[in-house]
């Protein structure tokens, strides 16, 4: 049984950081893919990033690239989304979520992908 927990939300300023970490557990096989959604008060949750857990190949919408980092400690089990240069827009909650297939040259950037989420994080950017 998957069960992924995030953690690491907050309140921070227009321009500041924040890390995002979701610990996962029953993550047992080498083919699955990770990844970051978010969904903002009235609007429908959306991508953000991936992660395949071997090889790391990395997928990003196109809003965060160059502001985000999607990463993973595998020892620990844990998927990391350090957030730089944060926006009023990027005010959501984050949820992390896993897909038991690896995905290589295609975006996984739909929410069917993905059959386990956690229960999301509260990320608001004031301005």
């Known amino acids: 049984q998957v069960q992924l927990v995030e953690s690491g939300g907050g309140l921070v300023q227009a321009g500041g950081s924040l890390r995002l970490s979701c610990a996962a557990s029953?993550?047992?096989?080498?083919?699955?893919?990770m990844g970051w959604f978010r969904q903002a008060p009235g609007k429908e949750r959306e991508f953000v990033a991936a992660i395949n857990w071997i090889g790391g190949s990395t997928y990003y919408t196109d809003s965060v690239k160059g502001r985000f980092t999607i990463s993973k400690d595998n020892a620990k089990n844990t998927l990391y989304l350090q957030m730089n240069s944060l926006k009023p827009e990027d005010t959501a909650v984050y949820y992390c979520?896993?897909?038991?297939?690896?995905?290589?040259?295609?975006?996984?950037?739909?929410?069917?992908?993905?059959?386990?989420w956690g229960q999301g994080t509260q990320v608001t950017v004031s301005s």
């Open positions: 029953g993550v047992t096989s080498s083919s699955y893919t």
């Open positions: 979520a896993a897909s038991p297939t690896y995905y290589s040259g295609v975006t996984p950037s739909r929410q069917y992908e993905y059959p386990y």
